[in-house]
Nanobody, 119 residues
Framework: QVQLVESGGGLVQAGGSLRLSCAAS????????MGWYRQAPGKQRESVAT???????NYAEPVKGRFTISRDNAQNTVSLQMNSLKPEDTAVYYC?????????????WGQGTQVTVSS
């Protein structure tokens, strides 16, 4: 089992910045992929950004150039720096760890943290 604990989030005005952090613990595989997903009211959960243990990143188009994902393998943490926030970024953000390189590997989720961007 893997446990994920998120921190950060909150309320910010459009154009502002927030930083989300997530700490993983438990039986973490060496080829895990960590990432952030979000779910806005009435919408499906969507990927925001992912990062492999080797540092390969992938971003959703709406956040490219504004969000930066990073990780510390020694600490088993992943962070999401969000700049130039827009009202449409408002959502519950979830930390995710896929415990291996395959999409068939187990997925673990954090409890979610609310990000609200006011216009």
């Amino acid at each position: 089992q893997v446990q994920l604990v998120e921190s950060g989030g909150g309320l910010v005005q459009a154009g502002g910045s927030l930083r989300l952090s997530c700490a993983a613990s438990g039986s973490i595989g060496r080829s895990n992929v960590m990432g952030w997903y979000r779910q806005a009211p009435g919408k499906q959960r969507e990927s925001v950004a992912t990062i492999t243990r080797g540092g390969i990143t992938n971003y959703a188009e709406p956040v490219k150039g504004r969000f930066t994902i990073s990780r510390d393998n020694a600490q088993n943490t992943v962070s999401l720096q969000m700049n130039s926030l827009k009202p449409e970024d408002t959502a519950v953000y979830y930390c995710n760890l896929r415990n291996g390189p395959s999409i068939l590997d187990p997925n673990y989720w954090g409890q979610g943290t609310q990000v609200t961007v006011s216009s």
